[in-house]
């Protein structure tokens, strides 16, 4: 399988650089989008095998772009990062076909795990 792709997509500079860090050093070809836009336009792009998707960003928030990913493509695999308290949109989420969600902060390690088993899975 060729190196397997994370788009990472959040407002904040620090996060996308500490993920795209984190997951560049375990093998995988990253790229950064601040906003819904350039999430989709690096979708059309790249077609990522994974989305890591923040749900709070101005102007378009996770879950509008969330339904734009899926209506791009609907088998596209997106991973949720929320702050706690978002019950309504995490459920809503998951309905839509999220794989799971993590809560900030989060736990790099175990997003780094869930994340590598899912990846993982996609070769088997």
């Given at each position: 399988?060729?190196?397997?792709?994370?788009?990472?997509?959040?407002?904040?500079?620090?996060?996308?650089?500490?993920?795209?860090?984190?997951?560049?050093s375990?093998?995988?070809?990253?790229?950064?989008?601040?906003?819904?836009?350039?999430?989709?336009?690096i979708?059309?792009?790249?077609?990522?095998?994974?989305?890591?998707?923040?749900?709070?960003?101005?102007?378009?928030?996770?879950?509008?772009?969330?339904?734009?990913?899926?209506?791009?493509?609907?088998?596209?695999?997106?991973?949720?990062?929320?702050?706690?308290?978002?019950?309504?949109?995490?459920?809503?989420?998951?309905?839509?076909?999220?794989?799971?969600?993590?809560?900030?902060?989060?736990?790099?390690?175990?997003?780094?795990?869930?994340?590598?088993?899912?990846l993982?899975?996609?070769?088997?």
């Open positions: 399988m060729a190196q397997a792709k994370i788009l990472i997509v959040d407002d904040q500079y620090g996060i996308r650089m500490l993920l795209s860090e984190v997951f560049q375990e093998g995988y070809l990253t790229f950064e989008a601040a906003n819904g836009q350039q999430a989709l336009e979708t059309r792009k790249e077609r990522p095998n994974l989305v890591l998707l923040d749900m709070k960003i101005p102007g378009m928030n996770g879950l509008d772009i969330l339904k734009h990913l899926k209506e791009y493509d609907s088998t596209i695999q997106v991973i949720m990062m929320t702050a706690y308290g978002e019950l309504d949109m995490i459920k809503e989420a998951m309905q839509l076909g999220v794989l799971t969600h993590f809560a900030k902060p989060f736990d790099i390690n175990e997003l780094r795990k869930k994340v590598g088993e899912y993982l899975s996609l070769t088997s």
